[in-house]
């Protein structure tokens, strides 16, 4: 059926538990995310969801025979439009199950380009998306399609006969990428412009980041006043969203929200969205938003830290780990987590949904903020009333003491008001 209209997509979820897959994330979680998943697409419903334990990957069809058999049986019964497999297909397949269960296959890359796809807002964005799929379409070409062009009536982005067109159509896809290519260096030289404009600004970029529905746009949203969209469900953001701040300090902050990250995320999908994270790699200071609620919270951790050293994050960066959504955690649960969070100066507990938390976390980010300070003695004659006055506007005095002719300070302060001293 159509994912488009008044048509609802009938779609069911299976995740491969494969006992010999050592580094396998736990099936129980797995499951919940790719159901999870799968709701982020629009118009599809999904009636069923199960994981299934497999000795072993059968290298035609993943399942066994009698497993495809079964399976078959259950999707005609039940009409189903598409299956989503929660792991890697090969063509080989993908095009065989599609042959024996007489419905769609999307494998976890197509269903996160699908969602990409649907998501992608600005012009980078499409151009990224575009150009991941058409790569993932090319890996696909041992399955027929008549055409280059995304098909509406369904989900998957390839599908119909014509084998005898494949070296054409792989010709076309080539030739595809290098205009998409080309089209994206000039939004890339595009965007560094306003970039290097940016950067003439005197505000540092906060980075909000994490995994994908820890609430990062929520908490974004609370601390900006920004309408983004902030929808519970998988990949709700995928083009940073810029929004200027104001600490309690005075202090004026740019703050950039992200696309989520997550487990297993298919190679050509990180590449693809690397410069879609470049106001990352520029950010000041790091705020890595957890759902702490999350049974998976400490794995999720993980995979967003692991992304983050391959994008090339400077070690130095300062980080404060947010944790997110502490309004749904259990009293003993909360009170423990409070204890180990009191043990570290970088760690924040904080309700995006209700606002709890969000004074210490602005705290915690001024304090980051904050540029290395040095420690001087100055003496003013009674004649340079204006420079104490100044100097005292700042909030820089430790301590006064008068003299004969004047006064002696000890002065705390940053090379930027040491400069502007100077300039009295």
Avoid: C
């Amino acid at each position: 059926m159509s994912g488009d209209g008044p048509f609802v997509t009938r779609a069911w979820v299976l995740h491969p538990d494969i006992q010999t897959d050592r580094a396998a994330r736990a099936p129980g979680p797995a499951l919940e995310e790719a159901a999870a998943l799968a709701a982020a697409l629009p118009d599809l419903e999904v009636l069923h969801a199960e994981s299934i334990r497999l000795p072993r990957a059968h290298p035609g069809t993943l399942f066994g025979s009698g497993k495809v058999a079964e399976l078959g049986a259950m999707l005609e019964e039940a009409e189903i439009d598409l299956v989503l497999v929660d792991g890697p297909l090969s063509p080989v397949q993908q095009r065989n199950l599609e042959r024996a269960w007489k419905v769609k296959i999307l494998d976890r890359t197509g269903l996160i380009l699908e969602i990409f796809s649907d998501r992608a807002r600005t012009r980078e964005g499409v151009l990224q998306v575009e150009m991941a799929a058409l790569s993932y379409q090319r890996s696909r070409l041992v399955r027929a399609w008549t055409h280059l062009e995304r098909q509406r009536g369904g989900y998957g982005f390839v599908g119909g006969p014509g084998e005898t067109q494949i070296e054409a159509d792989r010709r076309a896809i080539d030739d595809q990428l290098v205009r998409l290519r080309r089209q994206l260096d000039k939004v890339a030289r595009t965007r560094e412009l306003h970039r290097s404009a940016r950067a003439k600004v005197p505000f540092p970029i906060v980075a909000l980041v994490g995994y994908t529905n820890a609430g990062k746009s929520t908490l974004f949203n609370r601390m900006t006043g920004a309408e983004v969209v902030a929808k519970d469900m998988l990949f709700a953001t995928l083009d940073p969203t810029m929004r200027g701040a104001v600490l309690p300090s005075g202090q004026e902050i740019i703050l950039s929200d992200t696309v989520g990250f997550i487990s297993d995320l298919p190679t050509q999908l990180v590449a693809a969205f690397r410069a879609t994270l470049e106001e990352v790699l520029d950010a000041d200071l790091i705020l890595h938003v957890r759902d702490i609620a999350h049974p998976q919270s400490d794995e999720q951790a993980e995979d967003v830290e692991a992304i983050l050293a391959d994008l090339g994050v400077a070690e130095d960066t300062p980080l404060i780990e947010v944790w997110n959504k502490v309004d749904l955690l259990a009293p003993e649960r909360r009170a423990t987590l409070e204890t180990l969070a009191a043990r570290h100066a970088n760690v924040i507990g904080v309700s995006a949904l209700t606002g709890e938390g969000q004074e210490p976390l602005f705290a915690a980010i001024a304090d980051a903020l904050e540029p290395p300070k040095t420690d001087t003695r100055l003496t003013l004659d009674f004649s340079e009333g204006r420079k104490r006055a100044w100097l005292h506007d700042e909030g820089v005095v430790e301590a006064e003491r008068q003299t004969d002719t004047g006064f002696e300070l000890d002065i705390r302060w940053t090379a930027r008001q040491r400069g502007a001293f100077g300039r009295l």
